[in-house]
């Protein structure tokens, strides 16, 4: 295993990830809310997640990655309703493009991928052990909030001070779900927050049975409790963008921490993704300045290009989204794809069976030899941006077959499906003598003579040229 540092939010520094367990990283990162299609800002986050794992698995780590999906909640019921579908039927198939839309992105599906709504029962069991502890209370509604002022750690995730965190909370609530309904008010402190939320007219057919009567969990639990579930041994990463800070990531530290009872650390490394932003403002749904994966491809790009497009700059710095950062990324991806090929070539060897063995870590230990400044970068804090510009020094040194598992380690960790890229070939006029060997090719396959025409399309190949077939004659392409 080679060092790998990120930024944790929790100390505000580089620190090598050093996992609870042997070699096995727990990572659990916050997953979409299946109501929509994800906007590519959605997938900014999800893409550098996906760099995250595959730079650790290439740095010899095995990683056991969880992503939930946030399948009821304001938003999901409220348009269910609007489309006259029961939830389930309405998430899944959400679920089902945000899947395809991961396809298309060539990101690494999670081992594990639980839903909300499957989880009610860990959910609520959860809350009872607040309660016990002293650290939630049910209003008279049958909500039920969690205590902020019982937890003396909280805010040191986002440092938020006691003053800021009132009028913060109240802020981040009206804007996710509107005016704060005057019921919540029945909670004793506004800074304290909802985990069960009594059931409500507006929520149609979806709640379920507690000790607190009928309801729905809060916003944040659903990760405390699917987290503490799939990892509670290997706490190691947490991660989504940085708007997740505060409150959903401070409120899963204050529930987990106190819920066990002995305060045992939520999760070692806290990791925030900058916002992809347009025009200067964030992209979100609520603003209706969003694109999603098919209004890029519709302009002609790739779902390839608009990754590197989304990752290529610092994770933890902001990107403007704007055309020019595509018609770039395509350029560069044509060149690691002709670099690719080259030396693929030089070696007799094939890109996916290559990636095959990389995925599998059977490359894990070989030299790195000129791509070592692009791994150094791009395994201390995810410097792509690094990364990219050691890897196309180091292309520049032709370094033929020798360079074939080092390179493609680096487009593995990078995730670019280098398949995707095309490579648009300058279009040659074949010279007369080639354009005879192909018309007396076309005039043997005519007449049936498949010897004569297979003789004629090898003296063709040996000249490097092909013929294409169309139903009424031929093209002919350089090889
Ligand atoms: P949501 O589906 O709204 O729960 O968001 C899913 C993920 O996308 C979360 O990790 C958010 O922090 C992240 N996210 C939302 N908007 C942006 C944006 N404009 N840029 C980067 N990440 C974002
Ligand atoms: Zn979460």
Redesign the pocket.
């Known amino acids: 295993m080679t060092e790998v540092t990120f930024h944790n939010t929790l100390s505000r520094k580089a620190e090598p990830i050093v996992p609870t367990k042997g070699n096995v990283v727990g990572m659990y990162c ?1 997953g ?2 299946v109501y929509a299609q ?1 906007h590519i ?2 997938f ?2 999800f893409l550098n997640q996906d760099v995250m794992r595959r730079v650790l698995q290439v740095a010899g780590y095995k990683v056991i990655h969880v992503r939930n999906l ?1 399948d009821v909640d304001d938003k999901t019921i409220a348009r269910s309703i609007e489309e006259g579908k029961p939830l389930t039927e309405f998430t899944e198939y959400w679920t089902d493009v945000f899947h395809k839309d991961c396809g298309r992105f060539n990101m690494l599906p999670p081992q594990i991928e639980p839903k909300a709504t499957a989880h009610i029962q860990e959910q609520i069991e959860m809350i009872e052990q607040l309660i016990e502890r002293g650290h939630a209370y049910a209003s008279e509604d049958g909500s039920v909030y969690f205590r902020v002022s019982s937890f003396e750690n909280y805010g040191k995730l986002s440092r938020i001070k006691e003053r800021q965190l009132l009028t913060d909370s109240e802020e981040v609530e009206a804007e996710e779900s509107g005016p704060v309904d005057s019921d919540e008010y029945t909670r004793d402190s506004a800074a304290d927050f909802v985990m069960w939320k009594s059931r409500k007219p507006t929520d149609g057919d979806v709640y379920w049975d507690s000790p607190w009567g009928e309801g729905r969990p809060g916003w944040h639990l659903e990760c405390s409790a699917m987290a503490m579930k799939y990892l509670g041994n290997n706490l190691d990463i947490h991660s ?2 940085v ?2 800070t505060f409150p959903h990531h401070e409120n899963e530290i204050a529930q987990s921490e106190c819920s066990c009872g002995q305060h045992k650390q939520f999760f070692k490394y806290w990791i925030h ?1 900058a ?2 932003l347009v025009d200067n403002a ?3 749904k609520s603003l209706n300045n969003f694109y999603t994966v098919d209004d890029i491809e519709a302009k002609g790009y790739a779902p390839v290009t608009l990754r590197y497009a989304l990752t290529s700059g610092h994770y933890r710095q902001t990107i403007n989204f704007n055309s020019d950062s595509l018609v770039a990324a395509q350029s560069a991806l044509v060149k690691l794809r002709k670099f690719s090929d080259e030396i693929l070539a030089e070696a007799g060897l094939k890109r996916a069976a290559v990636l095959k063995e990389i995925q599998k870590g059977k490359h894990l230990h070989d030299d790195w030899g000129p791509f070592a400044d692009a791994w150094n970068k791009l395994s201390h804090d995810m410097n792509i941006p690094g990364a990219l510009g050691g890897i196309f020094t180091a292309t520049k040194s032709k370094p033929g077959a020798a360079a074939v598992v080092p390179f493609h380690k680096l487009i593995f960790a990078l995730g670019y499906d280098l398949e995707q890229v095309v490579i648009e070939k300058p279009k040659v006029d074949a010279p007369e003598e080639i354009k005879a060997i192909a018309q007396k090719r076309w005039e043997a396959k005519q007449a049936k003579d498949w010897g004569a025409a297979d003789a004629l399309r090898d003296e063709l190949a040996a000249a490097g040229w092909k013929a294409l077939d169309r139903k009424d004659g031929f093209d002919l392409e350089q090889i």
């Open positions: 916050c979409p809310t994800a800002g959605n900014r986050t946030t989504g963008g708007d997740l993704a916002h992809l964030k992209m979100s």
